[in-house]
């Protein structure tokens, strides 16, 4: 169960990160240079679904493993940066 918390929380920041990156690298730039803001309503509703099951994944995490102050802090800054969840996952894993 330990595991599979840490797995799950992975799998979930990477595809936050990755949904953050597409919004603010394709989605936007769509919106203002072509005047398709579709493609930000589609890709928000899906980046905010990760977003709040990122925020239920570290607080899973929080209480499996019982993580500190700080580490859950820096878990949750890391959604608001970009690449933040990426280099959350390389801080965790070493």
């Given at each position: 169960?330990?595991?599979?918390?840490?797995?799950?929380?992975?799998?979930?920041?990477?595809?936050?990160?990755?949904?953050?990156?597409?919004?603010?690298?394709?989605?936007?730039?769509?919106?203002?240079?072509?005047?398709?803001?579709?493609?930000?309503?589609?890709?928000?509703?899906?980046?905010?679904?990760?977003?709040?099951?990122?925020?239920?994944?570290?607080?899973?995490?929080?209480?499996?493993?019982?993580?500190?102050?700080?580490?859950?802090?820096?878990?949750?800054?890391?959604?608001f940066i970009?690449?933040?969840?990426?280099?959350?996952?390389?801080?965790v894993r070493?």
């Open positions: 169960m330990l595991h599979r918390s840490l797995q799950a929380l992975r799998y979930v920041g990477w595809a936050e990160g990755s949904s953050f990156l597409i919004l603010l690298g394709i989605a936007m730039p769509l919106k203002y240079a072509f005047d398709l803001p579709q493609a930000v309503f589609v890709v928000g509703v899906a980046h905010g679904f990760l977003f709040a099951l990122y925020l239920l994944s570290i607080a899973w995490v929080t209480l499996l493993h019982r993580w500190s102050f700080r580490r859950v802090f820096a878990a949750f800054i890391a959604a970009p690449f933040g969840p990426f280099l959350f996952d390389r801080w070493y």
